[in-house]
Structures are given as structure tokens and as C-alpha cells.
């Protein structure tokens, strides 16, 4: 990483938001897939992103998520920077038990669900607290049981994953995360994975945490009715940068970018 | 060339008991290299470069020498520096250590067949590297490693004649102490072989079994 | 003393002992492909008691320890008559226990060849023969090679079990400096060193390469 020296070492202030990528940047080798990126989440806020593939989307969840470093910039969460740490008054490149302390505030679904097979769904979701939230058995269990009861899933607490379909699977995925109370939620291509008659599970769970909980959601998606309904913004990625963003009605209903409105109409036509 | 089997009866109940030092020797080696094999295994995969190479290339020297030259190293060897191993210890070393780097390469491969998914859920969940690799990698690593772990016990059970030569009390060193006081070989060597067989075939049958039962436990296929 | 005058001085002991090692490795390999592909021929066929005696030889041979065998053919042959010299034992034993391992390896590597090519040359109204030594063979070979390759490097480490009958190969020479002068780890570090070049500098890239002309010459023809 370049320097970030200069950075701040904390956001302040009441319009502090909850995300914000800082001069974002990542490289695989000579191919740029994000190009300074800035980009402000506010609390409670649901953002939406899409865009073509290669187009970064997914690299930015992973980033957010640490499953990938970043070339350049800040990433700050809740106020303080979560990809560099201070030292001496500066900021330097994050270390283990740093990122380790932050990354508890984010939680992720997968397209591919990645449950664990080797356990049931009720151990799926006590996984976490109790090994990394050191609850005890009973409390971690009866926070497994009510999430799964959340999202429909609580008959089927003690099946494998095997014996899931896709849906079911995604759901205690998402039930999954939540056990860790996470402050920012990201939710990889969620029902890119899923045969059409089952997507409406799973997106119904998504509605439903819109709108009982005040959780910051970031979603990279592939539905756009979906995304449209639910979203309080929705971010149009193209070439590593954000090409458009704004209300889902602007961005749907009135595009002003000529590859926004290319994308979208090649959207709807693939029906 | 007749089959005395009077000699054949007087052998035997010291064959049978010479066999049970065979079994334990070969549980003891067996029990050292699943661990050592496990061991081996994550060392190749620590975030140190040089730990991880120098690692890897035991693991091939081991592998690629005999087993026999590494017995009769590990036993005459320490006494050259002052440290004096019984035939037993040194055995059980060397008999470990050589299985251990099999046992890593069955590690290693079902630790690399484990989906990078699990690995990225596991940190989205924040888990700790140590509740990573011990709650949700390794009892996956396991199931397709089974077969092959189950492979060396047949194998190991079968190299620990190879103690004889440094005078471990197993089977074959048994019946060459009968063989040579009594001037016959043919039935101590014609025993001791159909006690091997009546070991070696019923026990692949067995570690076909557990493989099933541990899939069967383990949830998964 | 160091090991460099170790060498200085050992050194035509040890290579009069690589050379008896190469040979019988040839000597072995040779015999064992030839017994292999012969046993696993015959547990394909229809013939009931062709299919058994292949069966018992292979699992007799797989079932028992290789030191067994060695001992066996060396002491209790002579018995029936037939009286082998150290070397000829040594390579007949290592040939007969190998070509069991391959047989399976033969038997289920002709197995693998994809049907269609035995009804195609059926259909070319090829004699059974000539449609195994043809079609079926050649693609056999491509798909057991590299296990093949494996057993080779298996047959060069458990060769060194030959001294232990008295033939005078790699090992039987460094055991005897050891039994004089107690330079065990020159004498035997020596000779891991030695293994090590043989398996892993020698035999294994042989093995690729073959591996890769063969390759090469299935895919353009």
C-alpha cells in the first residue's frame, strides 16, 4: 500500500457515515479493477450495486469484507478506519489482531451460501457466537433459534445442509450472519445461484430486515425489480468506477449516462 | 520336502505372541503418524516461506528414501553423538516419522479439496484461524483423506518386519531367532506369511467400514 | 571424521554398491512389467481358473511383507530344490512382489480405456489380439503410467531390503562400514544422500519424461 500517512484517523462528526471508501484502488497485476473509488454508506441505509461483470462489484464487498487487501486508500467503518490502524499519530497497513477486532462489525452472504456441511443449521448459526462472541451454549442457541424462526427455517434447525435446497440454504446463511450482530451486512449476488421458483424466499428475508431492522446493508445484485423496490440507492459500477448512482427511481426510471441506459436496456431484454 | 507339523504346533504360541509386539508396534507407529502427518501437513501451509519449504523438502527426503536406511540411521546414529535409543524407540521414531510424511500428502490433499467457500465464510464469521482449521476445515479435510489414511495402516502393519533389523522382538525377528535354533525355516517363514495375510485382508475390509461410518457421522455424502 | 574424507575414502564401496543397487532395479522393473501385464491379463479373463491363480498370486504377494518373501525365497526355496544366488533372489523377489502391485494397476488401467475403442475394433473385425495389442494397450499404458511411476520409486527405496538376505547392493555396503567402524552417520547419512539423488534427480524426471513423450505420441496418432 502507497501512503496513507496523511489520511484521517477517524471520522467525526453527526454526518459520520457508517462506510466510506477513501481514493479506493486495487490491482491484479497490470489490470485495474478499482480506480479510486469513493463511495459513503450512511447508517441504516441500503445500497444496491450493479453493473456488468469485471465491472469491480463484487471487489468491493471483498474489500469490505477483507477477503482482499486494497492497493490504495482508506476503508473506514463505523467511524474508524478498518483496512489501516494508527500508530504514532499516523496511519499505518492494518495488522491481524486489528483487522480481526474490526471485522467483526461486518457480516457477509455468499452466492454460494459456503454453509458448513458437517453441521445442522442451528450449528451453522451458533457457530460464530459462540466461538468468536464466546456466548454460552444456551444463549447462542436461543439467538440461533429466534434468526430461524426469522427466516423460516427454524422446522429445519436440525437438518444438514445436504438436505437443503438452494433457498433454504441461503436463508440460514442469512441467518448465519446476523447471529454475529454485525453493524454493515453484504450480500454477494445472493440469488444468482438459485432456481427462479425459490429466489422469492430469499428476497423476501432481504424485505423483511429492510424493514424491521436499522442495519446498513450493501447488496451487489442481479435482480433489478428487487433492487428497485427495496433500495434507498443504487450504485451503477462500470470499469472499476461508479458510473451513476442515485434513488432507484432516478437510476431506473431516468438514467442520464449512455452505459447506464446501454446496460439496463440489455438487462430488460434478456428478460 | 515334508511339512513337519509337529514343529509347526510348538512355533506357533510363540509366533501368536511375537505377533501381538507386531500389532503394537505397528498401532504405535500408526497413532504417531496421524498426527505427525497432520502436523506435517499444516507446515506446509504456515505463512513463513522458509518454514514451509524447509517443511516440504523433509517430506520428499523422507519419501524418497528407504525406510530401512532411515531405521538403522535413527538407531545407530544417536549413539555416535552419545544419546543410546532402545530398538524399540528408535524404531517407533523412525517407523513414525517415515509414515507421517505418507500421511501428510493424504493430509494435504484433502485439505486442498476443502472449497476456498468455507474458508471465506469461516472469516466472515470472523472465526479464529485456530477455530478455522480446527472446526470447519479439518473435519472436512478428513472425509476424502479417509481412504488413504486407512491404506497406510494395511501398509504400516506390513514394514514393521523392517524392525527385525535392529533386533525389535515383532514377528519376523521371532521366527528367525526359531528359524536358525532349530536349523528349519520353512515353518516359522510359511507362518509368519499366512499371519500376514490373515491380518492385512480382513483389515482393509475394516477400514472400508469405518470409511463409511465416518462419512455416515460426519453428515456428508 | 568429516564426511568429505569419509567419501574420499568409501567412495568405490559405495559405487561397486550403486551399481549392484541400478542393476537389480532394471532386473526387478523388467520382471514385474512383464508379470504384471501377464497377472493383470489373466484376472480378466473369463476363465475361472485363470482369473483364481492370479487372483492368489496378487493377493498373496500384496498381503504379505516384502521382507517375508525375500526371506522366504532365500531360505526356504532351497529347500525344494531350488537354491538361489543373493542377487537372483533379491531380484526375483522384488520383481514378483512389484508385478503384483502393477497388476492391478494393468487390470484396471485396460479397464479404463473407454468401451467404444474395443467395439470399434471389434467392428474393424480386428482379431482379439490384435485388438488388445493395438487399440487397447497403447491406451492402457497412457493412463497407468503415472501410478507406474510411483511403484518404480517404491521398488528403488525397498530394494535396499535385499542386503538383509546378503546381496551386495547400496545398502548391505554401508551396513558393513558401519559394522566396522561405526561411522554411522557418514555411512548412513551417505547413503540416504545417495537415495535421494537416485529417486528424486534421477528416476522421477526419467518418469515425466516418459510420461510426457508417451503422451505426446497418443495424441498424434
Given at each position: 500500500m502507497d501512503e496513507t500517512s496523511d489520511y484521517p484517523l477517524a471520522l467525526e462528526g453527526p454526518?459520520?457515515?457508517?462506510v466510506r471508501f477513501l481514493n479506493v484502488s486495487k490491482r491484479y497485476g497490470a489490470l485495474m479493477v478499482l480506480d479510486n473509488l469513493h463511495l459513503d454508506i450512511s447508517e441504516g441505509e441500503m445500497v444496491s450495486i450493479i453493473g456488468p461483470s469485471g465491472s469491480g462489484k463484487t471487489t468491493v464487498l471483498r474489500m469490505l469484507m477483507t477477503l482482499e487487501t486494497i492497493n490504495s486508500g482508506v476503508i473506514y467503518v463505523d467511524g474508524k478506519p478498518l483496512t489501516h490502524m494508527e500508530r504514532r499519530g499516523k496511519l499505518v497497513p492494518a495488522d491481524a489482531r486489528y483487522l480481526r477486532k474490526m471485522r467483526a462489525k461486518i457480516g457477509m452472504c455468499f452466492q454460494h451460501f459456503n454453509l458448513f456441511p458437517h453441521m445442522t443449521a442451528l450449528q451453522n448459526c451458533m457457530e460464530g457466537p459462540v466461538q468468536v462472541l464466546g456466548l454460552s451454549k444456551d444463549e447462542a442457541r436461543g439467538r440461533a433459534e429466534e434468526l430461524l424462526a426469522m427466516v423460516g427455517m427454524i422446522e429445519k434447525?436440525?437438518?444438514?445442509?445436504?438436505?437443503?435446497s438452494g433457498g433454504q440454504q441461503q436463508r440460514v446463511a442469512i441467518a448465519r450472519a446476523l447471529a454475529m450482530r454485525p453493524k454493515v451486512l453484504l450480500f454477494d449476488?445472493?440469488?444468482?445461484?438459485?432456481d427462479p421458483e425459490v429466489i422469492g424466499e430469499v428476497t423476501n428475508v432481504i424485505r423483511k430486515l429492510v424493514a424491521e431492522h436499522n442495519l446498513t446493508m450493501l447488496m451487489v445484485t442481479h435482480q433489478m425489480g428487487f433492487a428497485r423496490d427495496i433500495s434507498d440507492r443504487v450504485c451503477f459500477f462500470f470499469g472499476g468506477k461508479i458510473e451513476e448512482q442515485g434513488s432507484p427511481q432516478t437510476l431506473?426510471?431516468?438514467?442520464?449516462?449512455d452505459r447506464t441506459k446501454q446496460f439496463l436496456s440489455a438487462i430488460k431484454e434478456a428478460g | 520336502m515334508n511339512w513337519r507339523w509337529d514343529l509347526a504346533w510348538q512355533v506357533l504360541p510363540h509366533l501368536l505372541e511375537a505377533t501381538l509386539a507386531t500389532l503394537a508396534a505397528a498401532i504405535i507407529g500408526y497413532s504417531i503418524a496421524l498426527v505427525g502427518g497432520l502436523v506435517m501437513a499444516l507446515g506446509q501451509r504456515t505463512p513463513s516461506r522458509i518454514l514451509t519449504v524447509a517443511v516440504r523438502e523433509t517430506v520428499e527426503f523422507i519419501r524418497s528414501t528407504p525406510l530401512v536406511l532411515q531405521i538403522f540411521f535413527i538407531f545407530f546414529v544417536g549413539p555416535q553423538f552419545g544419546i543410546r535409543l532402545s530398538p524399540w524407540v528408535a524404531g517407533m521414531i523412525a517407523l513414525g516419522l517415515h509414515y507421517s510424511a505418507y500421511m501428510s500428502e493424504v493430509y494435504r490433499g484433502g485439505l486442498e479439496a476443502v472449497p476456498r467457500g468455507q474458508w471465506e465464510a469461516a472469516l466472515a464469521l470472523n472465526l479464529s484461524t485456530r477455530s478455522t482449521y480446527m472446526r470447519i476445515i479439518i473435519p472436512q479435510a478428513i472425509v476424502p483423506a479417509i481412504t488413504g489414511i486407512g491404506n497406510y495402516l494395511v501398509g504400516i502393519i506390513k514394514d514393521t518386519p523392517l524392525l527385525s533389523v535392529i533386533g525389535v522382538a515383532e514377528l519376523m525377528h521371532t521366527a528367525s531367532s526359531i528359524g536358525a535354533e532349530n536349523l528349519r525355516f520353512l515353518e516359522p517363514y510359511t507362518i509368519v506369511g499366512l499371519i500376514f495375510l490373515l491380518i492385512s485382508l480382513p483389515a482393509s475390509g475394516l477400514t472400508r467400514l469405518f470409511e463409511n461410518w465416518l462419512r455416515r457421522k460426519l453428515g456428508m455424502g | 571424521m568429516s564426511f568429505w574424507n569419509f567419501l574420499s575414502i568409501y567412495w568405490p564401496r559405495l559405487l561397486s554398491g550403486v551399481v549392484i543397487t541400478v542393476e537389480l532395479f532394471f532386473l526387478a522393473a523388467a520382471l514385474a512389467i512383464v508379470v504384471a501385464v501377464v497377472a493383470g491379463l489373466m484376472k480378466l479373463s473369463s476363465n475361472r481358473a485363470i482369473r483364481w491363480a492370479a487372483i492368489v498370486y496378487i493377493e498373496v504377494f500384496r498381503g504379505t511383507s516384502l521382507l517375508v518373501q525375500l526371506y522366504w525365497i532365500f531360505f526356504v526355496l532351497p529347500l525344494f530344490g531350488l537354491t538361489l544366488e543373493k542377487f537372483n533372489a533379491g531380484f526375483i523377489g522384488l520383481g514378483m512382489n512389484l508385478g503384483a502391485y502393477g497388476a492391478e494397476l494393468v487390470r484396471g488401467a485396460i479397464q479404463a480405456v473407454p468401451k467404444g475403442q474395443w467395439e470399434a475394433a471389434y467392428a474393424l473385425s480386428m482379431s482379439p489380439a490384435r485388438r488388445m495389442w493395438r487399440i487397447v494397450l497403447p491406451q492402457a499404458l497412457a493412463i497407468m503410467l503415472p501410478p507406474w511411476g510411483n511403484l518404480l520409486i517404491e521398488l528403488l527405496k525397498y530394494s535396499a531390503l535385499v542386503a538383509l538376505i546378503g546381496a551386495t547392493d547400496l545398502m548391505f555396503q554401508v551396513k558393513q562400514i558401519n559394522s566396522s567402524t561405526f561411522l554411522s552417520a557418514q555411512a548412513f547419512g551417505a547413503a540416504l544422500i545417495i537415495y535421494y539423488i537416485l529417486a528424486r534427480l534421477l528416476l522421477t524426471p526419467a518418469v515425466r519424461w516418459i510420461e510426457a513423450r508417451m503422451r505426446r505420441k497418443l495424441q498424434r496418432g
Open positions: 454526518g459520520t457515515p457508517m434447525k436440525d437438518q444438514h445442509p445436504s438436505r437443503l449476488e445472493v440469488t444468482s445461484a438459485l431506473f426510471g431516468n438514467p442520464r449516462r | - | -
